[in-house]
């Protein structure tokens, strides 16, 4: 061998020995494969949500499905509006100072007759509904907390083909006479136009739960329901179902953007406590809205009281969503069949429906001095709200789950036989054994 020769060959034992020590084998008896220094990357640092806890009160802190129909809230505002009610007013307290540790205000109202109170606040855009929430009911038991969604009037249109025969077709025509005796009514409803002929010489007591209005956009709903309710005008021939009783109406509804009036279930409930404390003998609830776990809660407690109320089926047409208040079990539902007993075609059909009124073309009064034929279950309920409250003075001792039973077994049935999802137990009379208000 040359002498440059034996120089490559030690050049490559040596290159050979090396790469050697650097290498490993991948398996047993496989090629050796050559691994580098590991390199460590530390992952960023995660932040731990605190815990969700979910309960029986507030299976989940949602926000409903936004219905047209029934809840008129395109502001942003409205979709972070929440309420809760509280059982009593020193947890309410320290609800309140609990949210302001997570940087919310909250608003504090008592409920002198449904007991507790409610707290109302705003989420702040882009906040964590859990993370803010979900532990409350824990915190606070018995605590229920939900949207402070939007309730709208139970009124589809205004009539076009005008019949005056309701107060007929409920047997009411003839007991004029005998029902004008005093008896306290109660409506939550937009303001009345208290300045109307129906109601010279009438005993009605108005609060505003909202900014007082004298738009007579603002006060034709409230100014149809309390014709029907009280009214008296025989030159416009306005005549209500009780025109000697009092009314106590509370004023809920504002006005949104869009020309719609809606009222929130804060203010719904504060109505109720209202009348509530003023022992009217019946609530007319002309009003309808989407399930809601607070507005479910109370109406339960004014039921405990022992409060009728009687309210709007809703005007969501068949296959629409249950309405609330009416779809509580504390509440009597009234639907809205036309003068020749057909369903209502924008009625919202359920197992919930009691009884059937006319809401089909019912002359009413408006703001002003002048009337005007209205369509809707709003228009209905009235009718049956008398008859409650006609039951009530005779009987003012009973439940009221026991005159909502004594007068759906005086209902004329229509429709399928027996109890069905358009008419319920059929059209509301007064039984023949029971006294006008008195």
């Known amino acids: ?4 020769g034996a120089v490559c060959l030690a050049v490559l034992i040596g290159l050979v020995t090396t790469a050697a020590a650097w290498a490993q084998p991948a398996r047993p008896g496989g090629p050796p494969t050559v691994r580098p220094a590991p390199v460590r990357v530390a992952p960023p640092p995660v932040a731990t949500p605190p815990p969700v806890r979910i309960t029986p009160q507030m299976p989940r802190v949602t926000i409903p499905e936004v219905r047209p129909d029934n809840v008129l809230t395109p502001d942003p505002i409205g979709l972070r509006a929440f309420v809760a009610l509280v059982p009593t007013t020193p947890q309410a307290a320290s609800l309140i100072a ?19 109170a409610l707290v109302s606040f705003i989420l702040p855009d882009d906040s964590n509904q859990g993370a803010l929430l979900g532990d409350l009911p824990d915190l606070f038991p018995g605590l229920v907390i939900a949207p402070n969604a939007r309730l709208s009037p139970a009124e589809a249109d205004d009539a076009s083909d005008p019949r005056a025969y309701a107060r007929h077709m409920v047997g009411w025509a003839g007991r004029d006479a005998a029902c004008t005796s005093p008896t306290r009514l109660g409506m939550v409803d937009s303001g009345v136009d208290l300045d109307h002929p129906a109601f010279a010489g009438h005993e009605i007591m108005q609060k505003w739960l909202v900014e007082p209005s004298n738009d007579p956009s603002l006060l034709g709903h409230g100014t149809a329901i309390a014709a029907l309710l009280v009214g008296q005008a025989p030159d416009l021939a306005i005549e209500g179902m009780a025109p000697g009783a009092v009314l106590y109406s509370a004023g809920i509804f504002s006005q949104e953007s869009d020309g719609g009036l809606s009222a929130s279930v804060e203010d719904t409930l504060l109505a109720i406590d209202w009348l509530g404390s003023e022992q009217v003998d019946v609530v007319n609830l002309s009003i309808a809205g989407p399930d809601n776990a607070v507005l479910r809660r109370g109406i339960s407690l004014a039921g405990e009281n022992g409060l009728a109320m009687v309210a709007a089926a809703g005007n969501t047409g068949r296959g629409g969503p249950a309405a609330f208040p009416a779809a509580s079990p504390e509440v009597l539902a009234v639907t809205a069949p036309d003068q ?68 759906r077994s005086a209902a004329d049935d229509l429709g399928e036989t027996g109890h069905d999802p358009v008419f319920g137990w059929g059209l509301a009379h007064l039984p023949a054994s029971a006294h006008c208000p008195a």
Not at 1 to 4: G, Q, Y
Not at 98 to 116: D, F, I, M, W
Not at 390 to 407: F, S, W
């Open 1 to 4: 061998m040359t002498r440059l």
């Open 98 to 116: 609990v949210l302001r540790q997570r940087g919310l205000e909250g608003a504090l109202s008592t409920l002198p007759y449904l007991g507790g």
């Open 340 to 407: 020749r007993l057909r369903a209502y075609r924008h009625a919202t059909h359920g197992a919930y429906i009691d009884v059937a009124a006319p809401g089909v073309d019912v002359w009413t009064a408006a703001p002003g001095a002048g009337g005007t034929f209205q369509s809707g279950t709003s228009v209905a309920t009235p009718f049956v709200s008398v008859m409650i409250g006609a039951l009530r003075t005779a009987q003012p001792d009973a439940a009221p789950e026991a005159l909502y039973a004594t007068l």
